[in-house]
């Protein structure tokens, strides 16, 4: 394995996406039964929190793996992003 394998930087620009209309459908059950119902995978864990307290949101996630004071992920991911997005970012 090469050692500089974790600086490297990979935009995937072309994401999977579930159509709205299902989203739509999905939005009620939660994220939870929703992550069960689908094989458990793109679970980012536990710490994970909405900035805004008090709001629901339902779109197909666009994830980004970043770190503290490096944006530059962030801005290609929000390239990629399209209406029914949910831009998720982890540091």
Known sequence: MNPNAHNRH????QVERTPLDVVDQLAPIGTATVHEAIGRRGYVGPDITPIQQGTK???T????LSHPGDNLMIHAAVEVCQQGDVLVVVN
């Not at 990979?10 to 620009?13: D, E, I, L, Q």
């Not at 996630?61 to 980004?64: I, M, Q, R, S, Y």
């Open 10 to 13: 990979v935009v995937v620009r």
């Open 57 to 59: 949101v339902a779109g």
């Open 61 to 64: 996630a666009v994830t980004v």
